[in-house]
């Protein structure tokens, strides 16, 4: 075992770990002076520590980098605007929340709504001067941002939708509980946000998380096989369910997952977690504080981008981290069951729950919902949640699904989403419906490359030259991300293309497409004439020596053309 108490020494003067400790620690329960910096008429901006503290409630200081350089140009500040992320555990919403969100991105953000991949929605382009009045609009309709961003436990993603079965439901509530033991207490949000008084709870502001909260955010998946449509090994902590007579026995637990590196720097790779044991439903909720705070308390609080939990994993190991939940939990997990996974995609279209009543999927490319041209995304979705009385439950590989649909309301439903463009998922070709892009330019700060805005250039090249190999069935699945921090999952992406560059990218293949192998470095720092050419080849002898049923990712790892990744360490090296 390596050194742990080293790295995250209590006693330790906070001046010699990462300096945003020091503002953590100092920042009252993340008041900050963000009072006086949300009424500063001189700048669209915030100070720049009051923007760190800004992301422990889902609110992120960005500027618009298209316009970057006129306005430096005009010597003008950058076009300072937020992103809000809403916290919104399992991904699900009510229409008359639904009407709500889109009547703010509306009124005070960028016209768009972004459904993301860890199943929520966020606000672009949203101006200092309406924070206050997006956040209080959203908890007028029983939303609310806290945690969406910083050093946390982030929005719990669950397999999508509650009303599929009642296992389904029983996962779902899960999520929720789980998101409310973890959410940070302090009245910060509600004083400075919703300009309310908040006193502390039960006198004390942050009982689990304490003045420094984590050393780096922390992600929670539940997956319900044989869907892992939430990637569940690629989260900081994991559970599968499972079910044996129709009912839910427990979770296998999984921890260390994570995706996020940095180019050319082999001390970071993705990481997929490990499966540590199985526990009963009712030892579930336990189990996440405790693994929380096993990183609260040994994450790397001296450099962040060694601070996530795959690399506590990594460094101190499966076993330790077994002994360690068991000694604060008093008792061991359980041996892990059995289980399998069939896909990490959606199902697109109408499939029919448990309980009689039929559920679409619709397709969104890229979950940008907006009105195109002859696309009226958002209005439509704005119809349809005028009458629809189920609810709608966003996915985390970017899709909504309407809920709830009995069978009388079919036939309207099927009308609306033709009227509106929001069936394309019957039309589209699969490569296309299983592709996820992250948001990248124009907003994203770490942005090296496009992404969402450049993603359906390139598919429509691969879906001619698919079409011409015989591949238009195909259901490759295709990630792309701006950077390397891997927003999109991408190296669980039978291919993906990660930025490096404006117009250039590190090509990745052969992941599975269940979501528990990662992929490999196929090509490096290309363009799109590099991409297509080297990848002609390659599906070339997929369409002629692929197996029956053989994926993407499955060929190229068996005829060679990569290696098969078996541990993140290797991913760089
Ligand atoms: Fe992410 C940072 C967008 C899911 C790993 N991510 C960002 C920021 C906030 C950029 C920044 O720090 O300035 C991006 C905002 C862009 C914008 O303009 O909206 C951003 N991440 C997104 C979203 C919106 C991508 C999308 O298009 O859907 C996803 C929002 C999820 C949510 O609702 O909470 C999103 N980010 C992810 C995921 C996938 C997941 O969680 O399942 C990952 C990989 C999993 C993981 O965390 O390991 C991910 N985002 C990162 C990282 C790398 C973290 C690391 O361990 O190194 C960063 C950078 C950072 O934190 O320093 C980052
Ligand atoms: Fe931004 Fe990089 Fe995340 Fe894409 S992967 S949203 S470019 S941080």
């Known amino acids: 075992m390596r050194e742990t108490r080293e790295r995250f020494d209590r006693s330790r003067p906070l001046a010699e770990l990462h300096s945003n400790e020091q503002l953590k620690h100092d920042s009252h329960f993340l008041r900050g002076t963000l009072q006086e910096s949300l009424i500063d008429p001189i700048t669209g901006a915030v100070t720049a520590s009051d923007a760190l503290l800004t992301k422990f409630f889902g609110i992120y200081q960005q500027d618009d980098r298209d316009l970057r350089d006129e306005r430096r140009r005009a010597k003008l500040e950058p076009r300072y605007q937020f992103m809000v992320r809403v916290r919104l555990p399992g991904g699900v919403c009510t229409p008359s929340q639904w009407l709500a969100l889109d009547s703010l991105a509306r009124r005070y953000g960028n016209g768009t709504l972004r459904l993301t991949t860890r199943q929520t929605f966020q606000f672009h382009g949203v101006f200092k001067r309406n924070l206050r009045a997006l956040i209080q609009g959203l908890y007028t309709a029983g939303l609310d941002t806290i945690a969406a961003c910083g050093d946390d436990n982030r929005n719990v993603i669950c397999t999508a939708n509650p009303l599929q079965s009642p296992v389904h439901a029983e996962v779902s509530t899960l999520a929720r509980a789980i998101s409310s033991r973890l959410m940070p207490r302090t009245g910060a949000y509600r004083e400075v946000f919703l300009q309310q008084h908040a006193a502390p709870v039960n006198g004390e502001e942050e009982p689990i998380y304490g003045r420094t909260y984590l050393p780096r955010k922390f992600k ?8 892992n449509d939430v990637d569940v090994y690629a989260h900081d902590l994991g559970f599968v369910t499972i079910v044996e007579g129709g009912r839910i026995v427990g979770y296998n637990v999984l921890v260390g997952g994570g995706m996020g590196m940095t180019h050319r720097t082999p001390a970071t790779f993705p990481r997929l977690s490990d499966v540590v044991g199985f526990c009963t439903p009712d030892d579930v909720l336990t189990v996440a504080e405790h693994t929380m705070c096993i990183q609260r308390d040994h994450g790397d609080r001296k450099d962040r981008s060694h601070a996530r939990f795959k690399y506590t994993i990594e460094d101190l190991g499966i076993d330790w981290f077994r002994e360690e939940l068991a000694r604060r939990m008093g008792r061991p997990l359980q041996p892990a069951r059995e289980f399998r996974f069939e896909s990490n995609g959606d199902h697109f279209g109408w499939v029919r729950g448990e309980d009689g009543r039929w559920h679409y999927t619709i397709h969104v490319e890229q979950g940008r919902l907006a009105d195109f041209e002859g696309k009226p995304l958002l209005s439509g979705l704005r119809t349809l949640a005028s009458s629809h009385q189920g609810v709608f439950a966003v996915t985390t590989n970017q899709n909504v699904i309407i809920a709830g649909v009995p069978d009388k309301d079919r036939a309207g439903i099927d ?12 039309r589209v070709t699969p490569i296309r419906r299983n592709a996820i892009a992250c948001v990248a330019l124009p907003t994203c700060a770490l942005a090296m490359a496009e992404s969402e805005r450049y993603l359906p250039q390139l598919l429509a090249k691969f879906e001619a030259m698919l079409a011409e190999l015989g591949l238009g069935d195909a259901g490759i699945n295709v990630r792309m991300s701006g950077c390397p921090n891997g927003c999109s999952r991408p190296y669980l992406g039978e291919i993906a293309f990660v930025g490096k560059a404006p117009g250039k990218y590190n ?7 269940t979501g528990d192998r990662l992929n490999a470095l196929y090509r490096e720092n290309v363009g799109e004439t590099e991409i297509l050419d080297s990848l002609r080849p390659v599906l070339q002898r997929y369409a002629q020596e692929r197996m029956s049923g053989e994926g993407f990712g499955d060929f190229v790892v068996r005829a060679g053309i990569v290696r098969a990744m078996l541990h993140g360490r290797d991913f760089q090296t």
Do not use: E, K, T
């Open 507 to 513: 090509v990745y293949l052969g992941a599975s497409h």
């Open 220 to 227: 929670i998946a539940i997956a319900v096989p044989p869907q």
């Open 415 to 426: 009308r609306l989403l033709s009227d509106y463009g929001l069936d394309s998922a019957q």
